[in-house]
T-cell receptor, first 112, second 115 residues
């Protein structure tokens, strides 16, 4: 089955800096890669996703890149703000009706 | 539009007790999931239901059973709770009819402690 590795496990940045979280996946058949943000005491919420026919996707301060050859994808957050502090999860899913496999998460701390 | 609703939000059980976690979604999604979240372990799939009438084991199914009661509801049962089942449990749903590989919506979670 799919295996998703996520790094780093914790990331501390100063407000205004950029943050990058990286994930690798094992199953070359995976074609859908969402990123979730989990705030304290809440359930994960989708912030951006990318499909295997696209190399990069942006939404305001958030961007995701995908390298299918190397089987890795990354989340980039620019101009970080304290409200970006949360746990971020990457995930991978193969085609069809299969389930999501999640990375172990990255705790992002943005200091004012 | 409530999304995914889980009950209860908090529960303390004694070892050996049983309980059922309830989950309901109002988005007409075909697929529903139960995950557990433990520190440093991410989200691990317990059971899922790809469509009404079907259920399948995920990564960590031992000690749990599920019921897809109808399209809206998917319950998780602990028959004989063990301390190792202390965790935060999340229900999620995804996929309108005909869709594949789409956003999963999560509930707020149930924090379960087994003493």
């Amino acid at each position: 089955g799919e295996n998703v590795e996520q790094h780093p496990s914790t990331l501390s940045v100063q407000e205004g800096d950029s943050a990058v979280i990286k994930c690798t996946y094992s199953d070359s058949a995976s074609n859908y890669f969402p990123w979730y943000k989990q705030e304290l005491g809440k359930g994960p919420q989708l912030i951006i996703d990318i499909r295997s026919n696209v190399g990069e996707k942006k939404d305001q301060r958030i961007a995701v890149t995908l390298n299918k050859t190397a089987k890795h994808f990354s989340l980039h957050i620019t101009e970080t703000q304290p409200e970006d502090s949360a746990v971020y999860f990457c995930a991978g899913q193969t085609s069809g009706y299969s389930t999501l496999t999640f990375g172990k998460g990255t705790m992002l701390l943005v200091s004012p | 539009n409530a999304g995914v609703t889980q009950t209860p939000k908090f529960q303390v059980l004694k070892t050996g007790q049983s309980m059922t976690l309830q989950c309901a979604q109002d988005m007409n999604h075909n697929s529903m999931y139960w995950y557990r979240q433990d520190p440093g372990m991410g989200l691990r799939l317990i059971y899922y239901s790809a469509s009404e009438g079907t259920t399948d084991k995920g990564e960590v199914p031992n000690g749990y059973n599920v019921s897809r009661l109808n399209k809206r509801e998917f319950s998780l049962r602990l028959e004989s709770a063990a301390p190792s089942q202390t965790s935060v449990y999340f229900c999620a749903s995804s996929a309108l009819p005909g869709q594949k590989n789409t956003e999963a919506f999560f509930g707020q979670g149930t924090r379960l402690t087994v003493v």
